[in-house]
């Protein structure tokens, strides 16, 4: 296959096999009764998949040629990776535990069991979608949630791993007010495993360095240029798009804009007033300790100031 063609595959196929395709595989699998552990060892190369193929995807079709050199961030990527899937696989295994703790009360009746599986999903991918919304909104009008939320918004480039970046506080966050009370109206496990994954692939592709098309759909979905337009460090110009899956949350909230006011370029990701966002694990663990949003240009903490901030936060 020449390179035109390859490109040309990327661009129009990008999208309709990792959304489609891998949900569609993921769907399959659970609905068809396999083993737990079947279904966990499909899960996980499922998973895999989709990173591997936004990885291949952005060397062939890149938004920006410079998101796909290195900033020093892999390791750390890798490392945010591995502890957002495994908090998301903790807060499915809680699902019965939530369900028995509320049996008789509050998930009694209220999730439609009987619906088919794939109605069940779209219900709760829309569902959870407005509340991960309105989270994400309030995490960039309050100084507490902003400071957790800052880890995700300090990468200075997009691809694939930025979407799982994220503070373990803020993702607990997200699972207990966004997610949770599905699992609470009685959400069935097997949906809740869709759920994650299909969060997880769209997480990939939102964030991915793909020049994917997506036509009439283009204003419609979450992602590619919209969701580059939420990532600037203009200031506040970025405080906009906050849908994951869908663009028609933000349109009633009034947070919808579809072109950047001036183009983007590769340069403009980050926070303005962290330029030197820090790139180790731990240092960003520790970032909401001393982060002052609103207060001017701050740098990362030296060693003595992060263990004063480790040491503060134990007492």
Known sequence: MTSGHLRKLVRYGYFPFMFFGLNGAAYYV??????????????????????????AAERILPWY???????GDEHTNIIHAIVYEWQNLNGILT?????????GNLNAGIWPRDWPMWAQLVLAVVLADFALMFLHYLSHRFSFLWRLHAVHHGVSRLYGFNGLVRHPLHQIIDMVLGTAPLAIAGMPVQVALLLGFAISVQLII????????????????????????HHVNWGKEGDCNFGLFLTIWDRMLGTFHAEAPRPIKANDMGIDEVPQFPTGYMEQLVFPLHYKPGQGVQQPLTAAAKARAIHDAAE
């Open 30 to 55: 659970v609905s068809n009764g396999y083993s737990p552990l079947w279904i966990a060892a499909c899960i996980a190369t499922l998973l895999l998949t989709a990173i591997g193929t936004a990885f």
């Open 65 to 71: 040629d410079e998101w796909n050199e290195s900033h």
């Open 95 to 103: 699902i019965p535990l939530l369900g028995w703790l509320f049996s």
């Open 206 to 229: 939102q964030h991915s360095n793909v020049a994917y098309a997506l036509g009439p759909f283009r204003n419609h979905l979450s992602i590619g240029q919209i969701h580059h337009l």
